[in-house]
């Protein structure tokens, strides 16, 4: 299984920024694709969460400004990212899942930087 992830890079405040990640060798159904992000010194934490049945889950900071969407044909999912602030300055990292029997199997990219200067 992998995620590819793309689209980090740095940008200055107020700005935006898109992500892409594409999911390749799992198949459908995956319920949830999304993205999480850690900043230096930080916990791991939700930005966003697209399921199979329609619902996005976001986090309190990012509601507003960012827009998460999902293409389940491509098995894609997007990050629009608008009103960029410093503090969304983190390693963006990609993430899916899906029901299997007896659990539930949960992947992950390999991150993508967005740097937000002030």
């Known amino acids: 299984v992998q995620l590819q992830a793309s689209g980090g890079g740095l940008v200055r405040a107020g700005g935006s920024l898109s992500l892409s990640c594409t999911v390749s060798g799992l198949m459908n159904p995956i319920f949830h694709m999304g993205w999480y992000r850690q900043a230096p010194g930080k916990e791991r934490e939700l930005v966003a969460l697209?399921?199979?049945?329609?619902?996005?889950e976001y986090s309190d900071f990012v509601k507003g400004r960012f827009t998460a969407s999902r293409d389940i044909a491509k098995n894609t999912v997007l990050l629009q990212m608008n009103s960029l602030k410093p503090e969304d300055t983190a390693v963006y990292y990609c993430?899916?899942?899906?029901?299997?029997?007896?659990?539930?199997?949960?992947?992950w990219g390999q991150g993508t930087l967005v740097t937000v200067s002030s």
């Open positions: 697209v399921y199979s049945t329609g619902k996005v």
């Open positions: 993430n899916a899942g899906k029901f299997v029997a007896g659990g539930y199997e949960n992947h």
